[in-house]
Each structure stands twice: as structure tokens, then as C-alpha cells.
């Protein structure tokens, strides 16, 4: 028995050694690899836009404290949109190709984007478009080109916007799985779906001002872009008036109908680079790493400092999916401490959570302001939660198609009362006082507990009004009458008195920049995230630091099964009062 056991044991020694090993070889291949030379941009060169790995504004800054190793991403947006800047100066890149672009970026993302490719077209340089398929979210985009190509046998999809809700009362009562609800705001309709079988009246009504107003943004750009006027492509969008080649074609919402090496051909001609020949190309991201890692003067002493609030408020650390207390207080600490750090610009891209990780950040962000001018730009969402966290910023500024306000909060539990008597499950409970035993997933609801929940929600909520007036300099009652849980697109939360300007994050940097009374600076993005070991490993095994955990489940089971799951997922998981925006819209 004891030669069994030193034997196991030697085996069990060995595969910890091999182990240990492994993720250590790994780990100096991650270090050593990190070091690795930017792309060499040669001359007559083309970049190649696509942003089928581009989702966020901010890439993200991973610190892994136990090996003292630190690692930046340069794939978001703002990667992006800083190369596009360079290039218009570089003189080895001659244009910007756009070819087959799958974009998953937001409409205030894709607006962003356009803007400054719209700039960069203003050096002389040329901005092309080839797809087989267009679709309506790509079209924005791509619009923008000066030549525009669709594929012979391709389609183009324009044909106005739309939101889908499932409604999920009657599910509830044929399985005996209710979901309790408890909310304050007429139009806090994220939790409609579980008290209604149908829409009310005013979720359709807000659904509908908030589509209509993202839409006059996307028609008004597209309009001056393609010199259709906007009649016109709302008529377009009505018939399916583009849906073919030939009538896209006709209606001048493309440039020519043509095969991708015809596409290619014309950017050779325009290069003077012979037809057997390939010319030069570089991918966007590629280029973005070699502005990002070379392009920043360092001797310009004055910092505007970037604090990067993305995803879903949740608490904790967070990441670049997930905002959480730890990360962007830290943050904001940090860049407060800094003596050349001038002025702090918030970039926030979030639908809201928790109600109290969004008063934590709201807290450091006065503390922050007390030493320097925080402003704060909003991206594609900054609602409930989200908004939250703005309302006290010195100054806000908003996209045209950013979705706003959702100035309310609910509190929504799982409840299988039904479903235990159905199946033959009966809980009993033993207190020493009234309200010990709380909440339990097999009882009814007591009305005590509503009464407690609600009264929790009403003081949120009031304080929630509180933060917001104070912020805007506006009573609770104006506040009050343009809150209860409803959403505005940025140019109709201007005219209401939520944000005190239009315009893109560049905006906010120049207004940061004019309070703060500085002409050259330089811009350091924030935050950092704290990782661990298990992170890493996670890293290696196929799953990106900078990924949610359930990256490969959408590889596998698609993205529409994907989100439906997510709902029910978050559904699941909510604790606490949320401050959570009122529905998740997709524009497609």
C-alpha cells in the first residue's frame, strides 16, 4: 500500500510539474510575443476597413499583478477612428477600402465612424465600398464612399427600423414560474414583459419617438452623403425601393453593379498600380496598433484623461463587457492624483444595472470633480443606470441617435409557487420574527415584503431624481416629468434639458480641453482591469481576457439563440434595484 501511494503520489507530482510547466512556457510566449514589431505600412498603400472584430469603444488595459505582466488592446472604435485621423496625414496610405464590412457596431458607434471618415475624405484621398450584401445597418456606413459597388446578384436591405418584445405573461401562468415585479415609472417597461401579454400604450409610444428619431439621424446623413433627399428615401425604405442591384442602381443608392476583382481593378487604376499586379493594403487594426504604440508625442506634458464606462453596470472589478465599481473608481482616483492629468472625459456606453454600483461611481465622480472638470460623452446607450452615472458630470454631450434618460428603477424576482404545487413541492418555513425568513422562491409574495421592496425602490428612485436636478440644475418635479422610466434619443434629451450638447467624443475632448485651459495635450485612456490567473489560463484555453465567458456558447448555438438565453440569464441574476434601462433595442 505504501508503494502504491509514493507512486501515486510521484504521478501526482509530475502532472503538477507538466502543468506548471505549460502555463509557464505559455505565459513567456504571451511576454515575449507582446513585443512583437508593428505592421511596416509601405507606400501607394489601401487600408482595409473591416470591423468584424471591432464591438467596443475601448479595447481595454489588463494588469496581471501575480507576474507583473501588463498588456493594452488596440481594437476598439477609438483605435480605430484615431488611425483613420493618421492616415489622412500619412502619406504612404492613398485611401480607405471598405470591403464586404460586417459591422456590429451601434448607430451613435456608426455615426462616430462616418464622421471621420467624412474628415478623412477631405484630404483628397479616396474612401471605396464593395459588398455582396448590404445591409441596412452597413448601408449608414457605407454610404459614405464615393464610389459604392454592389455584387450583380446581391441585395440591398433599406427598409426603415423595427423592435420586437416577447411578452410573457400567459408563459408564466401555464408553467407556474412568475417573475414579482416591483417598479416606480410609467414607462419602465423593461419588466412589461412579465405583467402584460401585450404592449402599453406608452412603451409603443416611446419605442416608436425613439425609432423615429434614430432614423431622421440615419436618413439625414445618408441624404447628404448619396444627394437623395430624405422624401425620397423614406419612400425608398417604404416599397423595399433598393432591394435589388438594379433598382438601387436606379434610385442612386449605389454607384455601379460589379464583381469584387472589378472593384478591385478600378482601386488599381485609381493607384496607377498595373492589373496583374496586387497593390499594397494594410488592415485597419493593424494600422491602429502602429498609430497607438508610435504616434503619441510624450514630451507634450498636459493629459486629458479617457475613463472608459462600457456594458452593463454589475458591480465588482468589471471589464470591458462590465462596468464595476473597482475598475473605474480606480480610475477616476487615479486621474484626479495626476498632476498633468487636466480635465477627465467619462465615455459612456452603457443600458444601466445596479442601482447602488451606479451611486458608488456617481460619489467618486464628485468627489473627481471638486479637483478637476469631469465631462462626460455618451456613445451608443446611456440609460437608467447608465445616465446615472452622467448626471453630474460638468457637462454632457451626446450623439444625435444616443439612447438616454430611462430615469427609473424596478426590482423583479423569480417566484415558483405555482409551479411547486403543480409538480408537488411544498415549502415550510420556522421564523423567530416576522419577517426572518424573507424572500423564498417556493412562497408567496407576503405584502409585507412588497410593501418593504417598494419602499426600497421609492428611495431610490427619489434619489435617483435627486442626482439628476441637482446635476442639471433642475427641480425634482421638472426632473420627475420627463423621468418615470422613459428613454429619449440625444437630440430630444438636449431640447428636455439631459445633456447640454450634440456631438461625438472628439466634441467633449475639445470642450475639455477649452475648460481647462490647455491647446496641446496628449490623451491617456483608462481603465486598468486587475486579472488573475484563471483569467489568463482562460485566455489561452480559446476565450479572450477581453471576451464575455460565454463567447464560444454564441459560436456554437448562434446569436439570436444566444441573446435569448442572455435575457433569461439576466433575468435570473438581478439583484438588488435595478436601474436598468427599459428594453434592449436592436437596429438592424
Known amino acids: 500500500m505504501k508503494f502504491l501511494g509514493n507512486v501515486f503520489a510521484t504521478v501526482i507530482g509530475i502532472f503538477v510539474f507538466c502543468m506548471v ?117 452597413d448601408y449608414y456606413l457605407n454610404s459614405v464612399a464615393d464610389s459604392l459597388y454592389l455584387n450583380p446578384i446581391g441585395e440591398l436591405e433599406f427598409k426603415g427600423l423595427s423592435s420586437e418584445i416577447l411578452y410573457l405573461k400567459e408563459l408564466q401562468e401555464k408553467t407556474g414560474i412568475k417573475m414579482e415585479v416591483i417598479r416606480h415609472g410609467k414607462y419602465k417597461s423593461a419588466v412589461e414583459p412579465f405583467l402584460a401579454q401585450e404592449m402599453s400604450p406608452e412603451n409603443r409610444e416611446q419605442i416608436s419617438v425613439l425609432l423615429n428619431g434614430v432614423w431622421n439621424t440615419v436618413v439625414t446623413d ?228 412588497k410593501a418593504f421592496t417598494l419602499e426600497s425602490i421609492e428611495n431610490i428612485y427619489t434619489t435617483f431624481l435627486t442626482r439628476v436636478a441637482t446635476g442639471r440644475k433642475m427641480t425634482t418635479e421638472q426632473v420627475d416629468a420627463i423621468a418615470q422610466g422613459r428613454v429619449w434619443t440625444g437630440t430630444d434629451a438636449l431640447k428636455n434639458g439631459l445633456v447640454d450638447e450634440l456631438g461625438g467624443l472628439d466634441d467633449a475632448l475639445k470642450y475639455a480641453a477649452k475648460v481647462a485651459k490647455i491647446e496641446d495635450y496628449r490623451i491617456e485612456n483608462y481603465p486598468e482591469y486587475d486579472k488573475k490567473l484563471e483569467d489568463l489560463i482562460a485566455n489561452f484555453t480559446g476565450i479572450s481576457m477581453f471576451q464575455s465567458r460565454e463567447a464560444l456558447l454564441k459560436e456554437q448555438i448562434g446569436e439570436e439563440n444566444f441573446q435569448l438565453l442572455e435575457q433569461i440569464k439576466r433575468a435570473n441574476q438581478l439583484k438588488g434595484v435595478q436601474a436598468m434601462m427599459p428594453f434592449e433595442l436592436k437596429i438592424k
Not at 31 to 37: Q, V
Not at 95 to 122: H, T
Not at 383 to 410: L, Q
Open 222 to 449: 445618408i441624404s447628404k452623403s448619396r444627394n437623395i433627399s430624405v422624401d425620397s428615401l423614406n419612400s425608398i425604405a417604404n416599397s423595399l425601393g433598393a432591394r435589388t442591384p438594379e433598382l438601387a442602381l436606379s434610385k442612386h443608392m449605389i454607384d455601379k453593379i460589379a464583381y469584387e476583382d472589378e472593384y478591385h481593378n478600378a482601386i488599381k487604376k485609381q493607384l496607377k498600380v498595373k492589373e496583374d499586379e496586387d497593390y499594397k493594403t494594410v488592415d485597419i487594426l493593424d494600422y491602429a496598433k502602429k498609430v497607438a504604440t508610435s504616434a503619441v508625442d510624450y514630451s507634450v506634458k498636459d493629459v486629458i484623461a479617457v475613463v472608459y464606462a462600457q456594458g452593463e453596470i454589475q458591480g465588482g472589478e468589471g471589464d470591458v463587457n462590465i462596468i464595476g465599481e473597482g475598475a473605474v473608481k480606480r480610475a477616476l482616483k487615479a486621474a484626479r492624483e495626476d498632476e498633468d492629468v487636466k480635465a477627465i472625459v467619462l465615455r459612456v456606453d452603457s443600458p444601466g444595472g445596479s442601482a447602488l454600483t451606479s451611486e458608488l461611481i456617481w460619489r467618486e465622480i464628485e468627489i473627481t470633480k471638486k479637483d478637476k472638470p469631469v465631462i462626460v460623452s455618451m456613445g451608443n446607450v446611456a440609460a437608467s443606470g447608465g445616465y446615472y452615472i452622467s448626471c453630474n458630470a460638468d457637462r454632457i454631450f451626446a450623439e444625435p441617435s444616443t439612447i438616454t434618460g430611462s430615469i427609473g428603477v424596478f426590482g423583479m424576482l423569480p417566484n415558483m409557487n405555482e409551479l411547486g404545487k403543480n409538480i408537488g413541492i411544498n415549502a415550510e418555513q420556522v421564523a423567530t420574527h416576522d419577517n426572518a425568513a424573507g424572500y423564498s422562491l417556493f412562497e408567496p409574495v407576503s405584502e409585507d415584503f
Open 21 to 137: 510547466f505549460f502555463f509557464g512556457l505559455l505565459f513567456l510566449g504571451a511576454i515575449m510575443g507582446g513585443d512583437k514589431d508593428t505592421v511596416k505600412v509601405k507606400d501607394n498603400s489601401v487600408i482595409e476597413l473591416d470591423l468584424s472584430k471591432v464591438t467596443l469603444d475601448y479595447g481595454g488595459k489588463v494588469n496581471f499583478k501575480e507576474f507583473n505582466y501588463f498588456e493594452t488592446k488596440h481594437d476598439g472604435l477609438i483605435d480605430v477612428i484615431n488611425a483613420i485621423d493618421a492616415a489622412k496625414a500619412d502619406d504612404q496610405i492613398k485611401g480607405i477600402s471598405i470591403l464586404n464590412n460586417e459591422s456590429q457596431l451601434g448607430m451613435a458607434q456608426s455615426k462616430a465612424l462616418r464622421d471621420k471618415l467624412e474628415d478623412f475624405k477631405k484630404s483628397g484621398k479616396f474612401v471605396v465600398a464593395y459588398s455582396n450584401y448590404i445591409s441596412q445597418r
